[in-house]
């Protein structure tokens, strides 16, 4: 018999991905699998094909792997590039920095522009570097539109207008895994040549598909690319996916469920989808703010509508705290990785989340500190509701 108490009610999942998967996702998930060279499969790919491109707002192709975001990250670098090319990548955080060694592992040479990993990547520095490399050693620009372990954000159309001003030929690749489906994004608008992203986080799915948009220089540029690639090539998922199928034994129980998950996002309104996690982002911020704590992200241009990073008082450690407020209110918050290890938590604010869940989870983080004996001041939830009250009736009346 086990030693564990239950815990009543709903396990508030706090972390920023994978996030809470909706009950009818779980749903469409649950239906009989068919066969995968059949015509019904078929039309159920080619629905989730075109529906996914809706997401990125692109007409370009978007290749469904099953895989984790990582997979993603590997596809567009193998695909386009060849061994001893240069990358311009910036250290935005943890993601970012996985990214770089990823690149430097299969051979290509990462140019990595450093931050505190308090920020966004700086489109003015990112055009400096370009402009300083005048033979065009630098093939690609590889940025995280949100760095999921910091709360920070990257303005990617500023980032676009960089490379411009520049003249530089390079291609752009944004890792969109914590912002597809959280904020605003436009794969074909902003000029991206790459897109990545992965199920579970805006997309309210369960880990297990990645996603990559590709635009036409990108593909041009998989044809002379010369890193070794099998599984990951587009060429074969492209030329399958036309009619449908895939070249391998595809994730079919999660594309029952991105089919949902499109649908469930054109019916709240991909606008009010951006709106939502905006408005759940500052009032994490107004309570955290309230609490006399300190957001990570140093800059407010840079704030992320999908997840906070708070920084704990010298002397506490974040792990400790979450633990308790894990024990007690059976709420689990994102960890700090990597140098951020024990000096952070997080509040995930995305996916299928709602105006109640987020003051529930910020009453159980203002509890947490009150137990764990960290110094804040008192309000914080209050300052959150007055924030969300405010944004709604700001909606309300413009109705």
């Given at each position: 018999?086990?030693?564990?108490?239950?815990?009543?009610?709903?396990?508030?999942?706090?972390?920023?991905?994978?996030?809470?998967?909706?009950?009818?996702?779980?749903?469409?998930?649950?239906?009989?699998?068919?066969?995968?060279?059949?015509?019904?499969?078929?039309?159920?790919?080619?629905?989730?094909?075109?529906?996914?491109?809706?997401?990125?707002?692109?007409?370009?192709?978007?290749?469904?792997?099953?895989?984790?975001?990582?997979?993603?990250?590997?596809?567009?670098?193998?695909?386009?590039?060849?061994?001893?090319?240069?990358?311009?990548?910036?250290?935005?955080?943890?993601?970012?920095?996985?990214?770089?060694?990823?690149?430097?592992?299969?051979?290509?040479?990462?140019?990595?522009?450093?931050?505190?990993?308090?920020?966004?990547?700086?489109?003015?520095?990112?055009?400096?570097?370009?402009?300083?490399?005048?033979?065009?050693?630098?093939?690609?620009?590889?940025?995280?539109?949100?760095?999921?372990?910091?709360?920070?954000?990257?303005?990617?159309?500023?980032?676009?207008?960089?490379?411009?001003?520049?003249?530089?030929?390079?291609?752009?690749?944004?890792?969109?895994?914590?912002?597809?489906?959280?904020?605003?994004?436009?794969?074909?608008?902003?000029?991206?040549?790459?897109?990545i992203s992965g199920s579970q986080k805006g997309l309210m799915l369960p880990p297990g598909l990645s996603f990559t948009a590709v635009s036409e220089k990108a593909l041009e540029a998989a044809k002379s690319a010369s890193l070794q690639r099998s599984y990951w090539s587009w060429q074969d998922m492209i030329a399958s996916n036309a009619s449908g199928f895939f070249p391998f034994t595809p994730a079919t129980g999660l594309l029952y469920?991105?089919?949902?998950?499109?649908?469930?996002?054109?019916?709240?309104?991909?606008?009010?989808?951006?709106?939502?996690?905006?408005?759940?982002?500052?009032?994490?911020?107004?309570?955290?703010?309230?609490?006399?704590?300190?957001?990570?992200?140093?800059?407010?241009?840079?704030?992320?509508?999908?997840?906070?990073?708070?920084?704990?008082?010298?002397?506490?450690?974040?792990?400790?705290?979450?633990?308790?407020?894990?024990?007690?209110?059976?709420?689990?918050?994102?960890?700090?990785?990597?140098?951020?290890?024990?000096?952070?938590?997080?509040?995930?604010?995305?996916?299928?989340?709602?105006?109640?869940?987020?003051?529930?989870?910020?009453?159980?983080?203002?509890?947490?500190?009150?137990?764990?004996?960290?110094p804040h001041a008192k309000g914080g939830v209050t300052a959150a509701m007055a924030e969300i009250t405010r944004a709604t009736n700001q909606v309300r009346a413009a109705a």
């Open positions: 018999m086990s030693n564990t108490t239950r815990q009543p009610g709903r396990h508030f999942l706090q972390i920023p991905g994978p996030t809470p998967v909706p009950e009818r996702i779980i749903q469409a998930m649950a239906r009989t699998i068919i066969d995968h060279r059949s015509q019904a499969f078929a039309d159920l790919s080619l629905r989730v094909i075109n529906g996914i491109k809706t997401i990125f707002k692109t007409k370009q192709p978007v290749i469904l792997y099953p895989s984790s975001g990582t997979g993603a990250w590997e596809a567009a670098l193998v695909n386009t590039l060849s061994p001893g090319d240069k990358v311009l990548m910036v250290e935005t955080g943890q993601f970012a920095t996985l990214w770089k060694d990823m690149a430097a592992k299969i051979g290509l040479v990462p140019e990595f522009l450093p931050t505190d990993w308090r920020t966004g990547a700086e489109a003015d520095a990112i055009e400096s570097a370009l402009k300083r490399d005048t033979v065009h050693e630098i093939k690609a620009v590889c940025v995280v539109h949100n760095e999921t372990a910091t709360g920070c954000r990257s303005w990617i159309q500023d980032i676009r207008k960089a490379m411009d001003a520049a003249g530089h030929p390079a291609l752009l690749m944004v890792d969109t895994i914590s912002s597809l489906g959280c904020l605003d994004y436009r794969h074909d608008e902003w000029g991206v040549d790459v897109s469920g991105l089919e949902t998950a499109i649908t469930m996002l054109h019916e709240e309104g991909l606008d009010n989808v951006f709106a939502r996690h905006e408005r759940h982002g500052r009032a994490t911020r107004a309570a955290v703010e309230t609490w006399g704590l300190e957001v990570l992200c140093r800059d407010p241009k840079y704030y992320s509508p999908a997840v906070t990073s708070v920084l704990m008082p010298e002397g506490h450690n974040a792990d400790t705290f979450r633990a308790l407020v894990l024990e007690n209110f059976n709420m689990s918050l994102g960890t700090g990785l990597n140098r951020l290890s024990g000096k952070v938590f997080r509040i995930g604010h995305l996916g299928d989340t709602n105006d109640l869940t987020i003051m529930g989870a910020l009453s159980g983080v203002e509890m947490g500190l009150e137990l764990a004996g960290v």
